[in-house]
T-cell receptor, first 113, second 111 residues
């Protein structure tokens, strides 16, 4: 196991609602990245946090936001949910900064009705 | 053009067969390369990093061709347990280092 955990494992929301997903990195891993994986697609980069600062962002609208805490755990927040937000949300942590190998958590499967 | 392209498959091969996957990438500034394996409805798991000199891990061999901008994965003596989706990943230093994934290649090893 990678030591990266995510909660919840599954979530059902309705359109327009807000959701918070959580990720706990491996001990000492200072970088966390979030990805969205739609069915049949590869994961798409949402953003990355390094030492509590956003360190890069993919092509996702501002209603996708995040936080990284001093213990390097992280949250992904999505506001005004849309049907297309239904996906597997993955977080990945790395030990030695943004360029290091990433290890993935089990993901949160979000369904928006 | 997609930044990372893979043949989605599926590749259906008999047990014991050798199978090869290719992946092309468009950004010549790409710095590191990986193959991840993803089982159905599970998270991606690192299979192997890919080095310029090529590298081997048991039945798996990865190669990188920077000039032609492609990477490959060779699986020898396929096992039923190799059935999965194989994701090609490129790490691009664009502001930060971000992983760009291909869509994955599905492999099904048949008894």
């Amino acid at each position: 196991e990678t030591g990266v955990t995510q909660s919840p494992t599954h979530l059902i929301k309705t359109r327009g609602q807000q959701v918070t997903l959580r990720c706990s990195s491996q001990s000492g891993h200072n970088t966390v990245s979030w990805y969205q994986q739609a069915l049949g697609q590869g994961p798409q980069f949402i953003f990355q946090y390094y030492r509590e600062e956003e360190n890069g962002r993919g092509n996702f609208p501002p209603r996708f936001s995040g936080l990284q805490f001093p213990n390097y755990s992280s949250e992904l927040n999505v506001n005004a949910l849309e049907l297309d937000d239904s996906a597997l949300y993955l977080c990945a942590s790395s030990l030695a900064g943004p360029g290091d190998t990433q290890y993935f958590g089990p993901g949160t499967r979000l369904t928006v009705l | 053009r997609k930044e990372v392209e893979q043949d989605p498959g599926p590749f259906n091969v008999p047990e014991g067969a050798t199978v090869a996957f290719n992946c092309t990438y468009s950004n010549s500034a790409s710095q590191s390369f990986f193959w991840y394996r993803q089982d159905c409805r599970k998270e991606p798991k690192l299979l192997m990093s890919v080095y310029s000199s090529g590298n081997e891990d048991g039945r798996f061999t990865a190669q990188l061709n920077r000039a032609s901008q492609y990477i490959s994965l060779l699986i020898r003596d396929s096992k039923l347990s190799d059935s999965a989706t194989y994701l090609c990943v490129v790490n691009i230093p664009s502001g930060t280092y971000k992983y760009i994934f291909g869509t994955g290649t599905r492999l099904k090893v048949l008894a």
